[in-house]
């Protein structure tokens, strides 16, 4: 359940909010905004402090009712020497509604419209790390929801303002101890400023002992004082990894054009990079990325594994780029999707059933079918099965084209890479007379299954531990069924169906609508060429998916209408993404993205801007093991410290 507020009438509008928890109010009698402006925003010397700089990161101890976001996104709009990219961190132990943040600001002209912004992205709040986006990517909110010392260690930069926010120290001690402060001093850079409103002896001696040096300001009335300093330890900081180090944008060469490279130029682009996106292929997504249209679904285990929690963040990434540059309808639709559970009788979390405490945020996400759901896809009342609400369809092949059409991208075709070389720090690509296709002080190989032999022309005698995966799927246009089968045939559902392949009932192509099925998976396979087996395959799959709806589809596999598509995808040995550098230079310029299996448009642009995060030393987008989970079998992790200088 969100967390319980109660709005004492106070005159103002929308009323005062109070925690019956905490038995306190969520801010001073001056009000919220005031009191996010006096002290934090100030507190901290911002704007001004961030003025000129390419990215500025803010880490907040408890996000409450999401004020301070708001007035420091304000502040950001209306800056002229405004970053390129703003990062704000906040660490949140129980969420309020969507409705109580929208509450919070009635009456806030200025702020409104960026509430009513965020209240569009407050869902699916389960623990960990949550990637809001807004402001087409230069704000970004990182919402950790959870314990605030735990949160705090699984995040790996370095911050340059915090604002130091939560409940009375004697109401909510947790927050205000050493534990925490140390959790704390490990996400700043020396001489982060810092604002709190508190000016309690114990939490002053707790910073002190933690390296910050504050000291006593006039405060917003009725309250006397606060507190401002900054993280200034008097002992030596220990030398960051280089992989943590800010870089600066330059030019960078992807290998790939397809969901992954394409998704890294993209993220990079918007970080005033200068991309080459290089590509065997004569036009874009030639390769695994050309399949007609893919499902993009959460996985779900009981033990909510890494591979669940990494799929939901990739999800949530993905749908913000395909509602900000596709047509809904046309190269995606969110429909949701039903898995049929008839390979694996999936389980949900604990806490996710009815009538539990994370039943709210996981019905967001997944939850069991209503017995309407199976009804529409033919099946009984007591089929296993599971509604995925945060899923559908998108054509991969449009997201690609999308994310190459960003600033500061440049794709070529029927440009093959015959040999890599690095001279004087920077990456030559040259083509097999010699010829060069681009340069750059970047180079990051997202190629798929060419990625291991693009590594050894870079120089990397380690193997990738990357596997070679076939997959055939069948399709055809709704227009070639013979009208006859349309009265007597069992409805299909208007939404994709998992579970044992996918089916997809209707996209969009060049004849209109089409159904797709599939696919098959064949290991150690690179063949793209189509076979009849594949296509049998395909059909044994759907009775098995649908028994009773695959009559109306049958009848299309057994005239020879049915198309095929194959395509060959790379998966890891963890059947987890692969990103992370391949190299010892400092810091690395050598990157591999890619390892996503069928998953890539739930991967792509996650590990896009995970890649980001790790060259600028930006906060990243999930919790640091799982970022670490990642990181290239065989290669050094050096991605967990943060920047210290």
């Known amino acids: 359940m969100p967390e319980r507020i109660d709005w004492l009438n106070d005159g103002s509008a929308g009323g005062s909010p109070y925690s019956p928890r905490f038995g306190d109010r969520y801010h001073s009698e001056s ?26 990161r803010v880490l907040e101890t408890g996000f409450g009712l999401g004020l ?51 209240e569009r992205q407050w869902w699916g709040l389960l623990p960990g790390f949550h990637r809001l986006v807004f402001e087409g990517g230069q704000v970004l909110l990182t919402l950790c929801v959870g314990d605030a010392r735990a949160m705090l260690r699984a995040c790996a930069f370095a911050a340059d303002s915090v604002y130091l926010d939560g409940f009375d120290p004697r109401r909510n001690p947790d927050i205000w101890n050493v534990a925490t402060f140390k959790a704390l001093a490990r996400c700043c850079r020396r001489g982060a400023r810092v604002a709190t409103w508190t000016v309690a002896r114990s939490v002053r001696d707790a910073l002190a002992q933690c390296g910050f040096a504050m000291k006593k300001v006039a405060g917003m009335p009725p309250k006397r004082d606060n507190l401002r300093g900054e993280y200034e330890p008097p002992w030596t900081l220990s030398k960051p990894p280089a992989i943590a180090q800010r870089r600066i944008a330059a030019r960078c060469i992807v290998i790939g054009a397809g969901l992954a490279g394409a998704a890294v130029a993209s993220s990079l682009g918007r970080r005033g990079w200068n991309v080459v996106v290089l590509d065997a292929g004569q036009t874009p997504a030639a390769g695994a990325s050309a399949l007609p249209a893919g499902i993009m679904a959460p996985h779900v285990s009981p033990d909510d594994n890494s591979l669940a929690r990494l799929t939901r963040s990739g999800i949530r990434a993905t749908l913000r780029q395909a509602e900000s540059l596709l047509k809904a309808g046309e190269d995606w639709s969110p429909t949701g999707v039903l898995e049929h559970c008839v390979l694996h009788r999936r389980k949900l979390p604990a806490g996710w059933h009815a009538g539990e405490p994370l039943a709210d945020a996981a019905s967001d996400w997944t939850r069991q079918a209503s017995a309407e759901e199976r009804a529409a896809c033919c099946l009984p009342p007591d089929a296993p099965a599971l509604w995925h609400l945060r899923a559908g369809w998108i054509k991969p092949a449009s997201l690609v084209r999308a994310w190459l059409a960003s600033t500061g991208v440049a794709w070529r075709g029927n440009a093959r890479v015959d040999s890599l070389t690095r001279q004087s720090g920077v990456w030559q690509a040259l083509g097999a007379a010699g010829e060069e296709l681009a340069s750059g002080e970047l180079l990051v190989l997202a190629g ?42 069992p409805p299909l559902p208007a939404f994709p169906v998992n579970g044992s392949g996918g089916l997809v009932p209707a996209f969009l192509c060049g004849e209109g609508a089409a159904w797709l099925m599939g696919s098959s998976f064949v290991r150690d396979d690179s063949g793209t060429d189509l076979r009849h087996a594949d296509e049998q395959g395909n059909l044994g799959k759907l009775r098995t998916l649908l028994p009773l709806a695959s009559q109306a589809l049958s009848h299309s596999f057994d005239s020879g209408d049915v198309r095929g598509w194959a395509g060959v995808r790379a998966v890891t040995l963890t059947r987890l993404p692969a990103l992370g550098p391949l190299d010892s230079s400092d810091p690395p310029d050598l990157w591999l993205c890619g390892g996503m299996g069928s998953r890539g448009l739930t991967f792509a642009e996650l590990c896009a801007e995970l890649l980001a995060a790790r060259l600028h030393g930006e906060p990243l987008p999930v919790e640091a093991r799982l970022a670490d989970a990642l990181l290239p079998l065989g290669f050094a992790a050096k991605a967990r410290a943060a920047p210290r200088n």
């Open 31 to 56: 009000g919220g905004v005031e009191q996010a402006r006096s002290v934090f925003l100030n507190g901290c010397d911002l704007p001004r402090a961030w003025a000129g700089q390419p990215h500025w």
């Open 68 to 118: 301070n976001f708001l007035v420091t996104w304000a502040a950001w709009k209306a800056d002229p020497q405004r970053p390129r990219l703003l990062h704000f961190v906040s660490t949140e132990a129980f969420p309020a509604s969507a409705s109580d943040v929208l509450r919070s600001v009635q009456g806030q002209t200025e702020l409104l419209p960026l509430a009513e912004q965020l």
């Open 448 to 489: 798929g299954c060419a990625s291991p032999a693009l590594a050894r022309m870079a120089g990397v005698d380690r193997p990738l531990a990357l596997q070679s995966i076939r997959g055939q799927v069948s399709w055809a246009p709704w227009s070639r069924q013979e009208p006859a089968l349309a009265e007597t045939r």
